[in-house]
């Protein structure tokens, strides 16, 4: 099992920005489908981005709407979430995950980060005037 941390959130103005970063360790391996779930006041978790530290591929969830953007630090390996343009519908509980193991083609997806992945402890991020 792997060891998430998660940084970065904050409150933001509407049209503001914020980058996460999710730090992952005692995983044994860099092998992993890697990235966020978020959960919604009163709603259910949804997958927001994945990250495939094999290949290097990146997958979104229909939320984001091309205003998020998934990364990894070449020098710390940790996983980012740039968020751009940001609404007060994101905000949510962030929460980095991951499954450990080297995938191939789309199995590294957001929702299977959701339904299958172990989940960090959450970092907060509100979106308000």
């Known amino acids: 099992q792997v060891h998430l941390v998660e940084s970065g959130g904050g409150a933001v103005q509407p049209g503001g920005s914020l980058r996460l970063s999710c730090s992952a360790s005692d995983s044994g391996t860099r092998h992993m489908c890697i990235g966020w779930v978020r959960q919604r006041p009163g709603k259910e978790p949804e997958g927001v981005a994945s990250f495939n530290t094999n290949d290097r591929s990146a997958f979104y969830g229909p939320i984001p709407r091309g205003r998020f953007t998934i990364s990894e630090d070449n020098t710390t390996n940790a996983v980012l979430l740039q968020m751009n343009n940001l609404e007060p519908t994101d905000t949510a509980a962030y929460y980095c995950?991951?499954?450990?193991?080297?995938?191939?083609?789309?199995?590294?997806?957001?929702?299977?980060?959701?339904?299958?992945?172990?989940w960090g402890h959450g970092t907060q991020v509100y979106v308000e005037y």
């Open positions: 995950a991951a499954i450990l193991g080297e995938y191939t083609g789309n199995w590294c997806r957001p929702s299977r980060l959701r339904d299958q992945g172990d």
